[in-house]
């Protein structure tokens, strides 16, 4: 399992996000890292051994520009980069297949389960689908997902060859909560190769979403705070 740090990134500065209420999204201060700036972040993160880093451009997800020349900047690091820029069309596509590593189709953003197939297409093996949650619901503008149950969703998802799934829940995200170990479990025994974002909270989260077979975990608010120490997650080979 890989362990992989979140950068929310707002006006072209890294935000703590806070249960997906963006217009509460502030820079992140801290003494950990000491930086909101994505590229000094990005460095300090890879020095500490990371080898992947999640990019969320939250200005693109919202409807407004891509952070293109962030991204330009993090892709001569050593770093690969999974990023959500709120892909919704196929100019969005062509960007996100552009400017990361591993775009993400999020289910938040597709207008339909048809594009969602042809973006699946168009990126093959490089996509991961983001499943957002709320509540025990799908999150989606997209009227065939949107409101379905995590048994529902899977079934889904499976029909159309997703292979690579993110399970955010959104109600955790910087809330400490625990992640949603229930949900995580149920689709890693439909087959899918998962993935954890929202309420991570210790190294014991991160080993118990191992033991159940999940193959990545985003942390974000667990890192920053000190909770979480890359120190420790190189040690138990999580790096």
Known sequence: MIVIPVM?????????????????????????????????LALKLAADGFKTIYVADLDSILGHEINERIFNCLRKLDLKIIADIGVNNEVKLEEAIRLADYP??????????????????????????????????????AAEMAGLNIEEASRVLRDIGVRKVILIDFNRIGS????????????????????VGGGVRSLEDIITLDKIGVSGVLIGSALHSGRIKAEDLKHLGFI
């Open 104 to 141: 993400v189709i999020a289910t938040e953003t597709i207008p339909s389960l048809s594009f969602l197939f042809c973006a699946l297409r168009e990126c093959g093996d490089k996509a991961f689908l983001s499943l957002d949650m709320r509540g025990g619901t799908v999150i989606s503008t």
């Open 8 to 40: 929310d990134i707002r006006g072209g500065l890294v935000v703590q996000a806070k249960m997906g209420m963006r217009e509460l999204y502030r820079p992140i201060t801290d003494s950990i890292y000491g930086t909101c700036n994505p590229m000094d």
């Open 176 to 195: 400490y909560s625990g992640p949603n170990i229930d949900d995580a479990k149920y689709l890693v025994k439909c087959g899918f190769d998962v993935y």
